[in-house]
């Protein structure tokens, strides 16, 4: 097992910081396999690991388990779960497999979904879209126009999980907008794994503005097509 010693916080480190750093150093172990399915852990073992007290221990395996990573079984201890029981659509679970080996599965699975989800979802944001969220998304695709040829990721990310997310919402269907955390993640992993080109393609580029045009316009065949066009893209990219 990786040692993970997490060092005491200082007066001012919030509680909700600590706990984190233990949920993140276990979460990345059982995504990399470090602590393959099977694994049993203790909470004693984990507090001496740790160097914090039976209810840190406690309450940052309690987050594990609301995310099946593991289960807790009588007379055993903590069982660390295969990733056919994990929560996959969780976002943190989603972040330690793609800072993980796995990162190229991952993103194609990822990206899979994208292609199944957002072009429905740009099509019904064109019938359901609120003059505002219309509005919202020209500009947005200008944003992204103009950030991608200036060759500002960081704030070129910012604007692009905008865009999509506002997509998911003006869809109407609050199944697709739970997938908004889904989304950011594997666009965030993208810029952060060094997957996005200094400067974004122009096929990007156009079609982002082509689906905020056909959405702004009412226009759900093209919206569909230019979205399934860009995740096409995407997806050439990543394989």
């Not at 993980?100 to 699975?109: K, T």
């Not at 908004?180 to 079609?207: C, D, W």
């Not at 056909?214 to 394989?239: H, Q």
Request: with cysteine; aromatic share 4%.
């Amino acid at each position: 097992m990786a040692s993970h010693l997490v060092p005491a916080g200082t007066p001012t480190e919030s509680a909700t910081v600590f706990h984190t750093r233990i949920i993140d150093a276990l979460g990345q172990d059982i995504a990399d396999g470090v602590l393959p399915a099977g694994t049993r852990l203790t909470i004693e073992g984990l507090q001496q690991q740790f160097g914090v007290s039976r209810t840190v221990v406690r309450d940052c395996m309690r987050v594990l388990e609301a995310m099946n990573l593991i289960v807790p079984k009588r007379r055993i201890g903590l069982v660390v779960q295969g990733p056919e029981r994990w929560n996959v659509y969780d976002a943190r679970v989603i972040r330690w497999r793609l800072n993980g080996p796995g990162r190229a599965d991952q993103f194609r699975s990822l990206t899979h979904l994208r292609r199944a989800v957002e072009p429905v979802a740009a099509a019904l944001a064109a019938r359901h879209a609120s003059p505002a969220q219309r509005l919202r998304l020209l500009e947005l695709g200008q944003d992204l126009r103009r950030l991608g040829e200036d060759g500002a990721l960081e704030q070129f990310l910012g604007v692009d999980i905008e865009f999509h997310t506002l997509i998911l919402e003006a869809s109407g269907n609050e199944m697709f907008l739970a997938l908004r955390g889904v989304i950011a993640e594997v666009l965030s992993g993208r810029t952060y794994q060094g997957l996005m080109p200094h400067n974004p393609k122009e096929h990007a580029l156009r079609t982002h503005e082509q689906v905020a045009s056909a959405i702004s316009e009412g226009d759900p065949v093209t919206a569909e097509s230019c979205m399934g066009s860009l995740l096409a893209e995407v997806s050439s990219a990543i394989d």
